[in-house]
């Protein structure tokens, strides 16, 4: 059974930092590219950004790109997101997901796992 658990979400204050875990059981973690993704109240969801699985190449959206980083540990089967220079608009659930398939995408359909979701609130 596949399972994607994400944490560190919480309250932060506008420019200040989190960041988010994801671990992930049941699949072999290091065959998969990473994805996260966020969903504020009333919104679809939306691509963050992505990372092989090797950890050699990552993609961000525009919203997030030079203050948001993806990183991630095969060995202890989690992906990292750290956020720095957080701002309102940055408040959202945000979902780790698993894409099985060779290369990366920003689409959500394509990803085979989600984990639940934790929350991020940034006050402004």
């Known amino acids: 059974q596949v399972q994607l658990v994400e944490s560190g979400g919480g309250l932060v204050q506008a420019g200040g930092s989190l960041r988010l875990s994801c671990a992930a059981s049941?699949?072999?973690?290091?065959?998969?590219?990473m994805g996260w993704f966020r969903q504020a109240s009333g919104k679809e969801r939306e691509f963050v950004g992505v990372?092989?699985?090797?950890?050699?190449?990552?993609h961000y959206a525009d919203s997030v790109k030079g203050r948001f980083t993806i990183s991630r540990d095969n060995a202890k089967n989690t992906v990292y997101l750290q956020m720095n220079s957080l701002k309102p608009e940055d408040t959202a659930v945000y979902h780790c997901?698993?894409?099985?398939?060779?290369?990366?995408?920003?689409?959500?359909?394509?990803?085979?796992?989600w984990g639940q979701g934790t929350q991020v609130t940034v006050s402004s």
């Open positions: 049941g699949l072999t973690f290091s065959t998969y590219a």
């Open positions: 990372i092989t699985w090797s950890g050699g190449y990552t």
């Open positions: 997901a698993a894409d099985r398939r060779t290369g990366w995408s920003i689409l959500p359909n394509e990803y085979d796992y």
